[in-house]
């Protein structure tokens, strides 16, 4: 009897303190969700990211502009909007506007360039410090720095935002200079690069927005804490922006019908109610990392309670 009652006992203390882990889990995130105002700042960040899209798009323009050719630069900013906006219909009427331009974006390449960089330090420099307020509200930071070194370090986010960027939009037409050397080579000729493509399509994406959340999440804040605190918020980041981008598009495309009553505007409301969800998602992902942060805490107290008890 005994022999059948412990493994009870055991399995009913495992279920226990898994409803318990979940339980602080989702009581915590939804009270934080309402008490950091995360739909409010949500919105802010949707403002603040729309604001930055018209200069990044120039830079983009600039830079690929001046490495490639017309037409192969239509189809790398083609395959950039396919990522940013997963709705075929609206994704479409966004390249119809930038492409009846490209001649323009290619001419004055360097005018184009440097009107970027130019908007894009005011407008990203007001990102960031709306996420930095967010971040230093959920991880529980009051300490402020002097305005001037702030944004000091807000400048320095833009220099590094911008960076990553040029690495993502260089790194997929490189490949294809590099792999059209390759197939020069005489020995090299035969070798199917297949599998290489599909890597840089369907995995280098992942990566590259896990390591630009991770150096949001661990850069931005003002108050360093462990790593795992940002690197679980930016495998969150990364999981749900994955995840909303399959549901969103299937409710766009099978659901709600915007266009409908929206008109020809109907993708810049699908644009920015998307940048909304993905707005929601990051600050999500922080909470999660700060939930977990808290829980780590407390198992530690507990612990530490436990041997002076």
């Not at 495309?253 to 909304?276: C, D, Q, R």
């Amino acid at each position: 009897m005994n022999s059948i009652t412990h493994p009870k006992k055991i399995l009913n203390k495992k279920l226990r303190d898994v409803w318990n882990w979940l339980k602080f889990y989702v009581v915590n995130i939804y009270e934080k969700m309402d008490r950091h105002h995360a739909f409010i700042f949500a919105s802010g960040m949707t403002y603040n990211i729309l604001l930055c899209i018209i200069p990044m798009v120039l830079i983009i323009f600039s830079v690929l502009g001046s490495i490639l050719q017309s037409q192969e630069l239509l189809i790398q900013i083609s395959l950039m909007i396919d990522e940013m906006i997963p709705i075929s219909d609206y994704s479409d009427k966004i390249k119809e506007i930038l492409f009846e331009r490209i001649g323009e974006f290619i001419k004055y390449k360097t005018l184009v360039g440097t009107l970027g960089i130019v908007g894009l330090f005011f407008t990203a420099s007001g990102l960031f410090s709306t996420l930095r307020t967010i971040l230093n509200d959920i991880y529980g930071i009051e300490k402020g720095k002097n305005i001037f070194i702030a944004k000091i370090r807000d400048l320095g986010m833009v220099v590094l935002t911008l960076l990553f960027f040029l690495v993502v939009i260089l790194i997929n037409p490189i490949f294809q200079i590099v792999k059209g050397l390759f197939g020069k080579i005489k020995f090299l000729n035969g070798v199917d690069f297949s599998i290489l493509d599909r890597f840089f399509i369907q995995i280098v994406p992942y990566v590259l927005s896990f390591l630009m959340m991770l150096l949001i999440y661990s850069l931005v804040p003002y108050r360093k804490m462990k790593k795992r605190v940002y690197f679980i918020s930016a495998l969150w980041a990364t999981v749900l922006f994955q995840l909303a981008q399959a549901g969103f598009t299937y409710y766009v495309t099978h659901i709600a019908n915007y266009s409908k009553i929206y008109g020809n505007v109907a993708f810049v409301i699908v644009t920015a109610l998307w940048l909304y969800i993905i707005s929601v998602i990051f600050i999500l992902a922080a909470i999660i990392g700060q939930t977990y942060r808290e829980k780590h805490d407390l198992m530690g107290t507990k612990s530490r309670e436990g041997l002076f008890s």
